[in-house]
């Protein structure tokens, strides 16, 4: 794995941000992450008043956090780096001026891409060097990361969805025979978010007990109340075919229509079955799975009806 090691900016810039703890929310992605963000956003102002700050991806993907993950390698990534690291550390000051003692940093991106998971047959490939970059920025502030996960035939079939209508090709049959028999499954995922951040407590929330209580995921989060304001928002979810509100024929058509054969849901769900005996287990003391105590334990599908009916057309 690539070691990005915390850049020093000069001891009043490193001072300046210590106060502010950082929750890194890095997804995965189509486990009802947009729509948690969303909440944030709109409860911002109140959730500043109780010192709770979040950046989203608005803010960092095109701002902050570009140069973080390096494209290329020489003097230029090592510049736009530490230019990275500054702006991150600017930041963090001002959150600190402002009072907020626990920053929620929520960005997908930041485990990894879809494209690249499709185009690779698997799950999160890259996550290790990505998490280490992160880790470098955030240093000794990273206090918690949350990952959200999905049973695997739910999650690989939602990304190929959003991938359908967003116009890009979809693996054929010896595509989906390949990612049912990777073989990496969240498991491989946990092993390295803990190894980028090992001083940091890793929460693992399942979209199956979350997806619909963006509230009760910032209280897991946080240890405190939330607002119980917009939270009934259910963004880039997949309608089914037909229904008002689809982004596309192609993506409702995809989410809502097997697409891999009886023996690889098998597979997928069987790994996905193995990952939670394990996190319930202790996750070998790298992680611990949280349960919304509102819903019943995780499983291999979401409760769809309280899906459905918490969505908003």
Not at 4 to 22: A, C, I
Request: net charge positive; aromatic share 6%.
């Amino acid at each position: 794995m690539l070691a990005f090691p915390e850049l020093r900016l000069g001891r009043q810039m490193r001072d300046k941000g210590e106060p502010v703890n950082v929750i890194l929310h890095i997804g995965a992605h189509r486990c009802a992450t947009t729509s948690f963000q969303r909440y944030m956003r709109c409860n911002s102002a109140r959730l500043s008043r109780s010192g709770i700050g979040f950046w989203g991806p608005y803010r960092v993907r095109n701002d902050l956090f570009q140069g973080v993950v390096p494209t290329r390698t020489g003097f230029i990534a090592h510049r736009r780096r530490r230019q990275a690291v500054a702006r991150v550390r600017v930041r963090l000051d001002r959150c600190a001026r402002r009072g907020i003692k626990h920053l929620v940093v929520s960005d997908e991106n930041m485990l990894g891409t879809m494209p690249r998971n499709l185009r690779e047959a698997s799950l999160y490939p890259n996550a290790a060097e990505r998490l280490a970059a992160y880790a470098g920025v955030f240093g000794a502030r990273v206090t918690e990361v949350v990952l959200n996960i999905r049973s695997l035939d739910q999650y690989w079939t939602s990304v190929m969805a959003y991938g359908a209508a967003k116009g890009r090709n979809m693996p054929g049959p010896a595509g989906m025979e390949k990612i049912s028999r990777a073989g990496r499954s969240w498991r491989h995922v946990v092993g390295e978010v803990a190894q980028a951040l090992p001083a940091a407590r890793l929460k693992i929330l399942p979209f199956e007990s979350f997806a619909g209580h963006p509230d009760a995921q910032l209280a897991a989060l946080t240890g405190q109340p939330a607002p119980q304001t917009d939270r009934d928002h259910w963004l880039n979810a997949a309608p089914s075919p037909g229904e008002s509100g689809a982004t596309s024929p192609a993506q409702a058509g995809v989410e809502h229509r097997p697409l891999f054969s009886a023996d690889q849901t098998a597979r997928l769900r069987e790994a996905y079955a193995d990952d939670l005996v394990w996190l319930a287990g202790g996750a070998d003391g790298l992680a611990d799975l949280i349960e919304n105590p509102s819903e019943n334990p995780a499983g291999l599908n979401p409760p769809s009806t309280r899906i459905d009916k918490r969505k908003m057309q």
